[in-house]
Nanobody, 116 residues
């Protein structure tokens, strides 16, 4: 019922920046939370950042001070500004949509590669 499309991934040098975008469409509830998760090869998917409908934001300790999550003017969009990227940030980044009224939805992921 909900489709998520991510974009903005790519290859950058250590210390560089990328901005990821996620657009949700379909049966969107106004009261929703969106977030970014990432998964590196051989590792479990982990939380990067989340933003609730009221603007509450949470960051993983590993990205605090470097990444910024935000919503667009339309609440069905979410961004992840990634600065001071490190090789450890290399992973597939997934957008997540959640609502109390439905199951979680995931995007297909976008690859972020940070070279040293």
């Amino acid at each position: 019922q909900v489709q998520l499309v991510e974009s903005g991934g790519g290859l950058v040098q250590s210390g560089g920046s990328l901005r990821l975008s996620c657009a949700a469409s379909g049966r969107i509830f106004s009261n929703n939370a969106m977030g970014w998760y990432r998964q590196a090869p051989g590792k479990q998917r982990e939380l990067v950042a989340t933003i609730g409908s009221g603007g509450r934001i949470n960051y993983a300790d590993a990205v605090k001070g470097r990444f910024t999550i935000s919503r667009g003017d339309a609440k069905n969009t979410v961004y992840l500004q990634m600065d001071s990227l490190k090789p450890e940030d290399t992973a597939v980044y997934y957008c997540k949509y959640s609502s109390i009224y439905t199951r979680d939805y995931w995007g297909q992921g976008t690859q972020v590669t940070v070279s040293s």
